[in-house]
């Protein structure tokens, strides 16, 4: 963990190199030292220039950065350094193999404070009450009631399944994977994470998978642009690491892939007994373990960023930081990364899913620093209307739709998709 005053004395050339690299983006010379990005295809206008001249400027290898200082990069997993979900690919496997353990006392609630109580009704009366672990790989309704409440926040009846949460610091539905892990060793986590991981790289993309009585997505590939940018960051340089709003042994099974090693993951980090999971999570900034209220999860992923990454301790972790103490680079697909991309002082990536706080801030780019680039493997079509910048594409903390700001408080005004797949 770097100390505060290494971080203070890096500021200065920090500032110098953040500056040069915004008013002069695309024209700085190549340097010679530093490692070149490989992979061509895929990037959008001048993105790879862009991304190699980050490389160029804040890298141990070129020039701007304080000796001894290593500039931070932090990727988005899901949908940003691969294709699909690999929350849900574990999800699914757990479901086909009869791997979610019945909950203490076969109370439903005990897995989720948020869970509603229809949604606890309709999950008691889905699955069976005496077995130890839940028999999904054959029992359809059971599998059935636990993939909907999970994949669409509602019951097989439609009820709403989870209430009364801060929509801008944890999702209940993603949360509630890592809490299904409840009873299981991380080990036992990682394993069914390994197994999952083989199953849907094999598969063809465009696969399926039966889960219940449903077909889901069955296949997940790594982008090969994000593994190249992530292998000549690393030869640059920098400190990278990943942040997920998938459970954290989950990533740590997938990130190997991509040579990032688990000290380097931060994902939803379940609380644990006795060598256990627990339903509960831990926190971050002013909430504490077992409050389940802050994942990586938009504010709460500049919260986890601030705290594992820059060693900033109590709620001052959920405020944004100096310059000298934030990522230089950042990457995400999502809503969900909001916070920790706006955070980033070069540079700022944005795959596009039509995401519509994310996408209205990337296309404002009030600093030049944001650029966007079509997913990699089955983009996007362009968007048919503005996306609602200065109506309702911000949602509030209480769920409430709401203009997006800027840092002065001004409204960003409705943005076209320009930047997409054909």
Known sequence: MRSARRWQAAAAALAIAGSAFAAAPTAQAR??????????????????????????TYGTCGRGVA???????VFDWDNTVVKNDVGDATMYWMLRHSKIRRPSHGDWHTTSR????????????ACPSGATTLPTATDTRCADEIRTVYGDGKTTGGATAF??????????????LAQLMSGWRTADVRSFARAARAENLAAPIGAEQQVGTAKVTGWVRYYDQQRDL?????????????????PEPVVDVWAGGVG????????????TAHGRITPHLKGCGSVADGEDAMITYIDGK??????????????????VQPAARRQVFAAGDSDTDVSFLRDATGLRLVLNRNKNELMCRAYDNGDGRWIVN???IQPKGRKSGAYPCATTAYTDHDGGAAPVRRADGTVVPDQQDTVYGG
């Open 67 to 73: 000796k001894g200082h290593k500039p931070v990069a």
């Open 163 to 176: 209430a009364g949460w801060d929509r801008r610091t944890i999702e209940p539905q993603y949360a509630w």
């Open 114 to 125: 948020y869970l509603t109580d229809p949604a606890a009704t309709a999950l008691a009366a």
């Open 374 to 376: 079509p997913m990699f």
């Open 31 to 56: 340097t010679g030292a530093c490692p070149e990005l490989t992979v061509t295809q895929g990037w959008y206008g001048q993105n790879k220039a862009r991304l190699q001249e980050l490389v160029d």
């Open 260 to 271: 990032i090693a688990p000290d380097h993951t931060i994902g939803i980090r379940p609380v």
């Open 302 to 319: 500049r919260c986890w960023i601030n705290q594992e990454v820059f060693g900033v301790r109590g709620a001052a972790a959920e405020r």
């Open 230 to 246: 992530i292998r000549t960051l690393h030869k640059a340089g920098f400190d990278v690491w990943i942040t997920s709003a998938s």
